[in-house]
């Protein structure tokens, strides 16, 4: 797939070898590029995350001191086939969530977070649900 046609966003990441292997092993992201420490990029369908550690360019002060940081409360949004079936699974795998399964007009989300507490979004439609 073309770069063109993938969508990027960037987290900050405090431990960019964890990050790896939380996006990997736990939601089946496939690596890109892997700089170590400082920077690794991992891609699920069209999706390209972009995890920049604190030795990465990203990471610097701005000009006014401030310093890019993990977590708040925007997410990637994953979508999912069966929720309760996915929240059992990293579960058991020691992954962190935020909160239960939540369900709306929409569907079933939960939040989970990466190992420096970016939120990622386990999102099932309702379509796939059975309900209209």
Same mark, same amino acid.
């Given at each position: 797939?073309?770069? #063109? &046609? ?9 431990? $960019?070898?964890?990050?790896?292997? +939380?996006? =990997?092993? *736990?939601?089946? +992201? &496939?690596?890109? =590029?892997? +700089? /170590? =420490?400082? !920077? ?6 069209? *999706?390209? *995350? *972009? ?19 993990? /977590? %708040?409360? #925007? ?8 929720? &309760? ?8 795998? /020691?992954?962190? !969530?935020? #909160?239960?399964?939540?369900? /709306?007009?929409?569907?079933?989300? $939960? ?6 507490? #970016?939120?990622? &979004?386990? +999102?099932?439609?309702?379509? =796939?649900? %059975?309900?209209?």
């Amino acid at each position: 797939m073309a770069d #063109n &046609e993938m969508v990027s966003v960037r987290y900050i990441v405090d431990d $960019v070898p964890k990050a790896l292997e +939380f996006y =990997t092993r *736990l939601l089946g +992201f &496939e690596v890109l =590029t892997n +700089f /170590g =420490t400082a !920077f690794a990029d991992v891609a699920r369908g069209r *999706l390209r *995350l *972009l995890l920049s550690g604190p030795q990465s360019s990203a990471a610097r002060p701005m000009p006014d001191g401030a310093k890019p940081v993990p /977590g %708040g409360w #925007n997410r990637i949004h994953l979508i999912v086939d069966d929720i &309760e079936a996915e929240v059992a699974r990293l579960r058991a795998a /020691g992954a962190p !969530f935020r #909160n239960d399964i939540l369900s /709306g007009p929409g569907g079933k989300q $939960v939040l989970i977070q990466d190992p420096s507490g #970016n939120m990622v &979004e386990l +999102f099932q439609p309702a379509a =796939t649900l %059975g309900t209209p």
